[in-house]
């Protein structure tokens, strides 16, 4: 339940809606993030959806845990009105479900890529131990194996987006609302 009041006849996304009713500068400007972090990163999708799905656990998120990028938004995010310059599906190799499932148990399944395993981590501590990061040199050895310098502050924003957007729309119970995904997530 949304703890904003969205009206029954709302014709548009109810979040774009929420937005642009109650914080419209401040709205257009989330919304302008977090379509940049889906058309510009850096990230493979696979990369980027482990991140994403992980982040989504951590916030509790219910559309972000159960969305695929490239299944639910491969061309534009539902908010927005135009097509990404570069859809999902055209960023690597498209996770099955199975990537999916095996996110929140990440450890345990040797189904992820270095980079995928590191994309994952840094999600979960960003999310759950931020304080924990900054000293742990071996942790930024691996990171710095896979990654460029380029890449870490790519996934940093995007993880920081995940983080910062997903929690909002989870405290405000806009994340049963945000976005109809396709009829197998739900």
């Not at 009206?7 to 500068?25: G, Q």
């Not at 889906?38 to 994403?52: D, F, G, I, N």
Request: charged content about 25%; some cysteine.
């Amino acid at each position: 339940m949304s703890q904003i009041h969205i009206p029954n006849d709302v014709s548009e996304f109810p979040v774009t809606y929420v937005f642009r009713e109650n914080a419209p500068k401040l709205g257009e400007a989330a919304m302008n993030y977090s379509r940049a972090v889906y058309e510009h990163t850096l990230l493979s999708l696979r990369e980027m959806e482990a991140a994403r799905v992980r982040t989504a656990l951590i916030n509790g998120c219910s559309i972000c845990k159960n969305g695929q990028a490239a299944r639910d938004f491969d061309t534009h995010l539902p908010t927005s009105d135009s097509p990404f310059a570069r859809p999902m599906s055209s960023r690597g190799a498209v996770p099955d479900d199975q990537f999916y499932d095996a996110i929140g148990n990440w450890r345990e399944f040797a189904l992820f890529s270095e980079r995928e395993r590191l994309a994952i981590e840094y999600a979960e501590r960003m999310g759950l131990d931020p304080q924990s990061l900054p000293g742990d040199e071996a942790f930024w050895s691996r990171m710095h194996a896979a990654f460029d310098d380029r890449e870490i502050v790519d996934l940093s924003l995007s993880v920081a987006s995940w983080m910062g957007l997903g929690r909002v729309m989870h405290v405000l119970g806009l994340d049963t609302v945000c976005m109809p995904l396709h009829q197998a997530a739900a």
